[in-house]
């Protein structure tokens, strides 16, 4: 199970779009509708799986092997840079789904029009 998960691509991968799917819809019921909300949605989302997608290294580094102390004894700027960036290049893979999920967001709202 261990090689699954951090040595194939294919398994984080589909978890980071799973989380990419679901991020926008758990942030949307706490939004009105309308556009700018809209927009904030997509803002709200992007910096969520940021974040997520750090932590989400974090633990691969961990399951990998690696000690969390370790990893904590460079200091929190160096891994708020590292995980952080990883996090940031990994929307490579979870942008595309979280924008489309965003974009399907007004076909549920009641009280706007698109």
């Given at each position: 199970?261990?090689?699954?998960?951090s040595d194939g691509l294919v398994l984080p991968a589909v978890l980071?779009?799973?989380l990419a799917y679901v991020v926008?819809?758990?942030i949307a019921p706490l939004l009105p509708e309308g556009l700018p909300a809209?927009?904030?949605n997509a803002v709200l989302s992007a910096l969520s799986?940021?974040?997520l997608s750090g932590v989400f290294f974090f633990g691969l580094y961990v399951w990998q092997?690696?000690?969390?102390?370790?990893?904590?004894?460079?200091?929190?700027?160096?891994n708020l840079a590292t995980?952080?960036?990883?996090?940031?290049?990994?929307?490579?893979?979870?942008?595309?789904?979280?924008v489309l999920s965003v974009a399907g967001l007004p076909r549920k709202w009641?009280?706007?029009t698109w």
């Open positions: 199970m261990g090689s699954i998960m980071l779009a799973l926008p819809r758990l809209l927009m904030a799986m940021c974040i092997g690696v000690p969390a102390r370790e990893l904590l004894a460079h200091g929190w700027g160096r995980f952080g960036r990883l996090g940031v290049i990994s929307g490579i893979i979870w942008a595309p789904i979280m009641v009280h706007k």
